[in-house]
């Protein structure tokens, strides 16, 4: 009588291993950091410039952003082992 319990696609098998890609986890985790300190600090500099000048992106943008950067960090790292 065969299983009823089926493999799971991409399941581990002896000797099959995923790869996982070390330029996307860094661009994840740099996106991720970006991400992070513009939650932090409620801020983001443009440039130097800005950054002398105190002008930036504050407020909810910044928060919108920064989710958006973490957002996009995790999608890099998740694809990053495939």
């Known amino acids: 009588m065969p299983s009823s319990f089926k493999r799971r696609r991409g399941a581990s098998?002896?000797?099959?291993?995923?790869?996982?890609?070390?330029?996307?986890?860094?661009?994840?985790?740099?996106?991720?950091?970006?991400?992070?300190?513009?939650?932090?600090?409620?801020?983001i500099w443009v440039s130097r410039l800005?950054?002398?000048?105190?002008?930036?992106?504050?407020g909810t943008a910044a928060l919108v952003v920064g989710g958006i950067f973490i957002g996009l960090g995790a999608f890099f790292l998740k694809e990053s082992r495939k």
């Open 13 to 43: 098998q002896p000797g099959h291993r995923k790869k996982t890609d070390m330029g996307l986890v860094l661009v994840g985790l740099l996106l991720i950091a970006v991400g992070v300190f513009s939650l932090v600090g409620g801020e």
């Open 50 to 58: 800005t950054v002398g000048e105190g002008q930036g992106i504050g």
